[in-house]
């Protein structure tokens, strides 16, 4: 966590004064590289111009020094489309993953006396200014409640709410500028659909709601520690829950087979209960929203924002899909991926294969019946060629519906901490129970 305070801009043009400063200077390093390299009787290309390391460290900066919608929608673009970006984009986005700077002091009580009145420190014997951890969209704070309860407090960063439209408008714009999306990808209705994505993050009540009704699905499940929710004292922009103790879901790559394994049994487990029997999923697959708790060897599972609720129409369509998957049946299988949503539109017959064929790769894990090592295994690789393959295809316009997009977001970012952590894991045991009903 960074200590150095930083002052948020919070007015909507003072944002955009930042991204258009931005702009200048990326041009002004772009007229600066050409000119050396045409002394040096080299011809400058515009893309390698623009895409320095320089200004590929200015992006990120300023990105992260906006935070909010702006590190947010890099972040989905990153897990939603990863197959259409370039390594480029992919750098700049893992620089957002590293914690921003926090918020003045005088910012945070503002929004604390904002979020839960003027008298806020009435409700906590200590409250710790420094925050423990950051987010795209608030900072966490320690405290203690007048009970003496240890509770984990997460304030949003001021003006968040009302920048998240025209943040999102500038982030595509600048990506677009700095030429980094290719120009025939039309990705207007997931930009859209991050606005309402982000919007819904950005109230923590109703975050608030989803971390409650989470408790109460998991109330029989022993896997899993769901901090326990302070509604009193929690509003829009405030959030407080139990703060639970928990080291690095990543950190146990040095542990115990056994261990890795069951681990990640548990949050694949987890994943299909969320898809067919809660039908409310967490589609947000940040290895930070994961932690191991050793002293009750469980998993804490933390950041509801991102929750999503599923239709029967899509829930029973992922069940044919999945049935028709394990029984080799491609008919079934379209038809499945057709009621999902996926060729509601005109598409030609060898694209509609292809994306047959990239789900069946998806699903190659379940066909196995014994434990599929994912340490072994490629599998996240050939899904991103596969899909980068498809997508570049000329006249491919074909978008995935927006449901299965934030699905698959959380099936990759599963599949790729099981092969972090070198899981073996047997996804058919996991997922037959369900294929029957």
Not at 193 to 222: F, G, I, P, T, V
Not at 353 to 376: R, S, T
Request: aromatic fraction near 8%.
């Amino acid at each position: 966590m960074a200590d150095q305070e930083s002052k948020i801009p919070t007015h909507r043009l003072a944002r955009i004064g930042q991204f258009a400063s931005l702009a200048t200077r990326i041009g002004g390093n772009v007229v600066a590289q050409g000119t050396k390299q045409l002394l040096k009787g080299e011809k400058p290309q515009a893309k390698d111009l623009v895409l320095t390391p320089a200004n590929i460290k200015r992006v990120a900066d300023q990105l992260a020094h906006l935070r909010g919608a702006a590190m947010k929608v890099g972040q989905m673009l990153s897990m939603d489309s990863g197959d259409m970006l370039t390594p480029e984009l992919a750098d700049i986005l893992a620089r957002l993953r590293s914690d921003a700077n926090p918020m003045l002091s005088k910012q945070l009580n503002q929004v604390l006396e904002s979020g839960l009145g003027t008298q806020w420190k009435q409700h906590f014997l200590s409250f710790n200014f420094k925050p423990v951890a950051s987010a795209s969209i608030g900072q966490v704070h320690q405290a203690y409640t007048d009970d003496g309860e240890n509770v984990a407090v997460k304030v949003q960063y001021p003006g968040i709410r009302n920048s998240i439209d025209s943040d999102v408008d500038n982030v595509a714009t600048l990506l677009n500028v700095v030429g980094i999306i290719p120009k025939d990808i039309d990705f207007k209705s997931l930009l859209e659909e991050a606005k309402k994505q982000l919007h819904a993050e950005a109230n923590y009540q109703l975050e608030c709601e989803y971390l409650q009704r989470y408790k109460h699905n998991l109330s029989q499940h022993d896997n899993f520690i769901v901090p326990r929710a302070y509604p009193q004292l929690s509003s829009e922009t405030v959030l407080t829950m139990e703060y639970v103790d928990g080291v690095e879901i990543e950190s146990l790559i040095d542990a115990p087979q056994e261990l890795r394994d069951k681990v990640m049994h548990a949050l694949l487990e987890l994943f299909f209960a969320e898809l067919f029997e809660f039908q409310l999923v967490q589609t947000d697959p940040n290895f930070a929203n994961y932690r191991y708790n050793q002293q009750q060897d469980k998993v804490v599972l933390l950041d509801f924002g991102a929750t999503r609720e599923y239709s029967d129409n899509i829930s029973q369509g992922y069940r044919k899909a999945f049935r028709a998957v394990m029984q080799d049946d491609s008919n079934a299988l379209e038809s499945a991926l057709r009621q999902i949503g996926f060729f509601s539109q005109t598409i030609v017959e060898s694209q509609k294969q292809a994306i047959i064929g990239l789900v069946q790769l998806a699903c190659e894990p379940m066909k196995l019946d014994g434990e599929y090592d994912f340490g072994q295994s490629d599998l996240a690789n050939k899904i991103r060629q596969q899909g980068t393959a498809l997508s570049m295809q000329e006249n491919y316009w074909h978008t995935p519906p927006i449901d299965a997009i934030f699905l698959h977001r959380k099936i990759g970012g599963l599949y790729l901490l099981a092969a972090r952590l070198k899981a073996r894991i047997n996804i058919q045991a996991l997922v037959t129970p369900y294929l029957d009903n």
